[in-house]
């Protein structure tokens, strides 16, 4: 995830300008500002990898014939053992909190590395596996970073930094997709994707290499409450983003196989897009990261237009803009879940929350890939699947989430409890039915293996005596 900081003379008085009592506890610590700096620096590398490499990925597999359906496979493999491994954090997640710096640089570049053989395969189970590795590298390293900036930063500094992160990596991601539109648009089909899949990677290297330098030893031993405060609360605000992150998901492996097989763009305007979303993003982060929380409904609200246009547009050009739109207004809705993380983070915890939203994100990969494999080509379908599901995140945070409620805060809260106790009385029933379940299932598999043996017995004994 991104985020960032403010400039301060240390953590003690700007906890006395912001006046957050709550963040007392924590330690001042000298090197407050050069972290900050090796954050932004270290999201400003990642930007211009991210261009060349993961932006690129549906792009590559379209351009060697892979469809939706197989694109979601692909996806599906990965984000499940993904999902698996963030659900693993979350009963254990005291592995995020011993030797934390080797495990961030062991993932950090093993996610890197492994886009170079990527390029060098052709067959869907082979890229299914690299992606793999890289999705789960991708979880440990969204995890580690998190529980970095919410440990290290108070609420006003979390803000901060997340803006600040997600415009040095927009700035410097312009120029990777300005180098992929190029490399894309003049070198011969067999080069142009080696030499984004090489050349993205090591510059990606630069970023490991930023958080070399960084201090975490504040992050040894953090101590993970046993229990989470206002549970309520972090269940509706993550289904609201969970719902949210899922539309754009899908919406993102869905648009680029529309846009160059059914309106026949070439591949270096799918690219462009790119471009445009990385300089809209910017400009979002500027515009989002000092807003009210109230003022967040704009975006949320506005998401809803973005699959329409992109579907009822015949134009490929015009989806530029399109996409420069729809990434301005996503920049500040997912701003409004790391910002509502922050707002809570002494109930919730700093590792419970760095767990949750790399948690988030795998699943809504995971949620948002079986749409392709159900509704392969049937693009009618899938943009009706990206706008069901946006509308779903747009009513859960108008309805449950009081810092943006269409309704009053008393109704919102009412219903984020509501929310939160029936799912919770369903996951209940259906836990203790599937318990019912597994346990008459055994006895009778315990009885037919009793029945087969006396079988077996009695046929042994007329063996036996020759009858």
């Given at each position: 995830m991104r985020f960032g900081m403010k400039l301060g003379w240390g953590r003690r008085a700007a906890f006395k300008v912001v006046g957050i009592a709550r963040s007392a506890d924590l330690p001042p610590r000298p090197g407050i500002r050069s972290l900050k700096l090796l954050l932004v620096l270290e999201m400003a590398f990642a930007g211009i990898y991210l261009a060349l490499t993961r932006n690129l990925l549906i792009i590559y597999l379209t351009s060697i014939g892979f469809g939706v359906g197989v694109i979601s496979v692909i996806m599906v493999i990965a984000t499940a053992i993904s999902s698996v491994v963030s659900m693993t954090l979350w009963r254990f997640p005291g592995f995020l909190?011993?030797?934390?710096?080797?495990?961030?640089?062991?993932?950090?570049?093993?996610?890197?590395?492994?886009?170079?053989?990527?390029?060098?395969?052709?067959?869907?189970?082979?890229?299914?596996?690299?992606?793999?590795?890289?999705?789960?590298?991708?979880?440990?390293?969204s995890s580690f970073i998190n529980l970095l900036i919410y440990s290290s930063f108070d609420e006003a500094g979390v803000r901060d930094v997340t803006a600040k992160r997600t415009i040095a990596g927009n700035l410097m991601s312009i120029i990777g997709s300005a180098a992929a539109i190029i490399v894309l648009a003049a070198l011969p089909p067999d080069l142009k994707f080696t030499t984004t899949f090489l050349i993205g990677p090591l510059i990606g290297l630069l970023s490991t290499l930023m958080l070399v330098l960084a201090d975490m030893s504040n992050l040894e031993g953090v101590e993970v409450p046993r229990k989470?405060?206002?549970?309520?609360?972090?269940?509706?605000?993550?289904?609201?983003?969970?719902?949210?992150?899922?539309?754009?998901?899908?919406?993102?492996?869905?648009?680029?196989?529309?846009?160059?097989?059914?309106?026949?763009?070439?591949?270096?305007?799918?690219?462009?897009?790119?471009?445009?979303?990385?300089?809209?993003?910017?400009?979002?982060?500027?515009?989002?990261?000092?807003?009210?929380?109230?003022?967040?409904?704009?975006?949320?609200?506005?998401?809803i237009l973005v699959p329409m246009a992109a579907f009822l547009t015949p134009v490929p050009a015009a989806h530029l803009g399109i996409s420069a739109f729809g990434t301005f207004m996503f920049t500040g809705a997912n701003f409004l879940g790391n910002f509502l993380f922050a707002k809570y983070l002494r109930e919730f915890g700093a590792v419970k929350s760095s767990i949750m939203l790399s948690t988030l994100t795998n699943l809504s990969q995971l949620l948002a890939t079986p749409f392709g494999m159900l509704f392969g080509q049937n693009y009618l379908l899938l943009f009706a699947s990206v706008i069901a599901v946006r509308l779903?995140?747009?009513?859960?945070?108008?309805?449950?989430?009081?810092?943006?409620?269409?309704?009053?805060?008393?109704?919102?809260?009412?219903?984020?409890?509501?929310?939160?106790?029936?799912?919770?009385?369903?996951?209940?029933?259906?836990?203790?039915?599937?318990?019912?379940?597994?346990?008459?299932?055994?006895?009778?598999?315990?009885?037919?293996?009793?029945?087969?043996?006396?079988?077996?017995?009695?046929?042994?004994?007329?063996?036996?005596?020759?009858?």
């Open positions: 909190t011993r030797r934390v710096k080797p495990k961030l640089l062991l993932f950090h570049a093993l996610e890197r590395i492994f886009w170079m053989p990527m390029i060098f395969v052709r067959n869907m189970l082979s890229i299914a596996v690299f992606y793999a590795v890289i999705s789960t590298s991708s979880t440990f390293i989470i405060g206002r549970p309520e609360q972090m269940f509706t605000i993550s289904s609201f983003l969970l719902a949210m992150l899922t539309s754009s998901s899908l919406l993102g492996i869905v648009w680029t196989p529309y846009l160059m097989n059914v309106l026949r763009a070439p591949d270096y305007l799918a690219a462009a897009m790119n471009f445009a979303s990385t300089t809209f993003g910017i400009l979002g982060s500027a515009f989002w990261a000092r807003k009210s929380l109230k003022s967040f409904r704009l975006a949320l609200g506005s998401l779903l995140s747009v009513a859960l945070a108008f309805l449950t989430v009081p810092e943006v409620a269409a309704v009053p805060e008393e109704a919102a809260r009412t219903y984020s409890q509501l929310l939160y106790t029936n799912s919770l009385m369903g996951y209940t029933y259906i836990l203790e039915t599937s318990k019912e379940m597994i346990a008459l299932m055994l006895r009778l598999l315990a009885l037919a293996s009793v029945f087969a043996l006396l079988y077996i017995l009695y046929r042994l004994v007329f063996f036996l005596a020759g009858l």
